[in-house]
């Protein structure tokens, strides 16, 4: 498993917090192991996914999203 921390622009509420945390959990190979306003953490299988994928699905829901390994 490798493991991703992203900073996250446009979060405001716990609203925003539960959008993330649902766009990143639909991702294939994700585990979800923090998300708060303004940044996330996760473990993925790098089989599955990348993190250019975690932060599309974070942008997808409407978020700017990116990601450091």
Same mark, same amino acid.
């Given at each position: 498993? !490798? ?8 979060? #405001? ?13 639909? &991702?294939?190979? &994700?585990?979800? !192991? ?8 996760? #473990?993925?299988?790098? *089989?599955? *996914? !990348? ?7 974070? !942008? ?10």
């Amino acid at each position: 498993m !490798s493991t991703a921390t992203l900073t996250i622009d446009g979060m #405001s509420c716990q609203h925003c917090v539960r959008a993330v945390r649902e766009a990143l959990e639909a &991702v294939p190979g &994700v585990t979800v !192991s923090r998300v708060e306003i303004g940044s996330a953490e996760v #473990s993925y299988d790098p *089989s599955q *996914s !990348s993190s250019d994928a975690i932060a599309a699905a974070v !942008s997808d829901a409407g978020y700017d999203a990116s990601a450091s390994a």
